[in-house]
């Protein structure tokens, strides 16, 4: 599959880091990484594009990676950056997922864009912050508990624990795992042993090519207003959540689902957060690509 490193330039002059792999022409489909993270697309799921003819296409959110930092951004303005990405690969419409911390960026595409996206999924995604019926930190490994509440502090309470963790990062597998230990289950766990580690060593040194400003601002705006309205995602969506996640916990997809009554809702007993990175994208790029 060709892949191509690309910079777009956003109206107000910042720059993006994007993946654009596959063939001009090809359905296009945008993929919103978790958090922390950036625009590498996972092997498998390359080859998976490759098969089905997709476009896949990855992008580093503002301050990961070569992307240009976005102070005080909220969830809804990656809309705007999409449309940017759009425009200049000449798309006039795509399909768009995201996991994990990419699920609300997804959904504010899926609200914002009604014109150019025709159909969306999230992989355990998180939820609004603060929304009645969702207890946002309930069932949350002990590493995302302190990692929140230290959010919830301001940029100046959390700017020093990301950035030590950062610091702390490993470069082996091994060691990521240990510094993961408190969010990962029994199943995430052997899907980066067998599948995600190596990919997951190299996302996380690209993600903080530049220092943790990404990783900072996507935790201020998931505690924050997202900027955009649940009811205005109108188009086709599923929703993806596994019953042994840790880092975003069932009721988080739950309560999604409860409030995009539209959305075909898929809760798997058997998987956890990482699992769905690795069985479930298969089968959304197909139900994807029914809506081309």
Request: hydrophobic share 45%.
């Amino acid at each position: 599959m060709q892949v191509r490193a690309i910079q777009v330039t956003t109206p107000e002059g910042r720059q993006l880091d994007v993946l654009d792999t596959g063939k001009v022409g090809d359905p296009a489909v945008l993929v919103h990484h978790g958090t922390p993270g950036a625009r590498g697309l996972f092997a498998g799921w390359l080859a998976d594009a490759e098969r089905r003819g997709i476009r896949l296409i990855g992008y580093s959110r503002p301050g990961y990676g070569e992307s240009t930092r976005l102070p005080g951004r909220q969830v809804g303005a990656a809309a705007a950056d999409v449309a940017a990405i759009a425009e200049h690969l000449q798309l006039a419409k795509l399909a768009t997922w995201g996991y994990s911390g990419g699920g609300p960026h997804a959904l504010s595409c899926a609200a914002g864009l009604p014109q150019l996206v025709v159909a969306a999924a999230t992989i355990a995604s998180v939820g609004p912050y603060g929304a009645e019926g969702l207890d946002f930190l309930a069932g949350m490994g002990e590493g995302n508990v302190e990692e929140f509440q230290a959010d919830l502090e301001g940029e100046a309470v959390t700017r020093p624990l990301h950035e030590a963790a950062v610091a702390d990062m490993s470069s082996t597998v091994d060691g990521m795992i240990e510094s993961m230990a408190s969010v990962l289950s029994v199943p995430d766990r052997a899907a980066m042993r067998e599948h995600l580690g190596d990919w997951f060593v190299q996302l996380t040194a690209d993600a903080f090519s530049h220092g943790a400003d990404g990783w900072i601002d996507d935790d201020l705006a998931f505690v924050q207003p997202w900027g955009f309205d649940l009811a205005e995602v109108r188009v086709p969506l599923q929703l993806w959540q596994g019953q042994h996640d840790l880092m975003v916990p069932p009721g988080h997809g739950r309560w999604l689902a409860e409030h995009l009554p539209g959305a075909e809702w898929h809760y798997l007993p058997d998987a956890g957060h990482l699992t769905l990175l690795v069985a479930q994208v298969p089968l959304i790029h197909s139900w994807l690509l029914e809506h081309f």
